[in-house]
């Protein structure tokens, strides 16, 4: 009889995944078990020849206790560890911030019944980022700038109805330019609808 795969082997927590290196280079970071619980650990990375990760300074930066973290990114200015987590898989998600000089952890988007969706940041702008929230609207996602050094956030583009959007302009590499939706254009008579693009 052929022996069964563990179930433990098939749906337990990895040993490690989601590994990411600092925009410096300097530091990795990745999602591990931490007390049974995924979470997001860092180690310094090596900067000279040969050397590599330095495993036995790695420390775990979230403190994540119930469902684990399986989503997260670095902030361009390599100080500030983003991720996603909702309430009992509610997927309304939120996004939480760790400050890794500080250790200070956020929730950047303390509002209930929403979902953020991280859109991007831009090396250019390090203390800022783009994200998406369906405060005013269940069906749409506004596009939102957050200040990762005050918390602030400002809306960018109201959503009419599009598909997605994408950060970049030459005017303002931050902007938001978001394409209309298949519906929107049927809402306009089937005509073409134009790009929406919106700077400071």
Not at 29 to 58: F, H, K, M, Y
Not at 163 to 183: H, I, N, T
Request: aromatic content about 6%; proline content about 6%; hydrophobic content about 35%.
């Amino acid at each position: 009889m052929v022996e069964l795969i563990p179930r433990q082997v098939l749906f337990g927590n990895p040993e490690r995944i989601s590994p990411r290196i600092s925009p410096d280079g300097t530091q990795l970071a990745w999602i591990a078990p931490s007390d049974g619980v995924l979470n997001v650990w860092v180690a310094p990375a090596g900067t000279g020849q040969g050397e590599g990760i330095n495993w036995s300074a790695a420390r775990v930066v979230t403190d994540d206790s119930d469902r684990g973290i399986r989503m997260f990114a670095w902030a361009h200015d390599g100080r500030h560890l983003l991720y996603l987590q909702d309430t009992g898989g509610d997927e309304n998600w939120r996004l939480h911030d760790v400050d890794l000089a500080t250790m200070q952890r956020r929730d950047l988007t303390p509002f209930d019944n929403v979902q953020t969706q991280l859109i991007a940041g831009e090396k250019k702008f390090p203390t800022e980022i783009l994200v998406g929230m369906n405060r005013d609207n269940p069906q749409l996602h506004d596009v939102y700038r957050l200040d990762l050094t005050t918390g602030e956030l400002t809306k960018e583009v109201e959503n009419p109805g599009f598909v997605g959007c994408a950060p970049g302009s030459r005017r303002s590499p931050m902007a938001a330019s978001c394409s209309w939706s298949a519906a929107a254009a049927a809402r306009s008579g089937g005509r073409c609808c134009p790009s929406t693009r919106r700077t400071r």
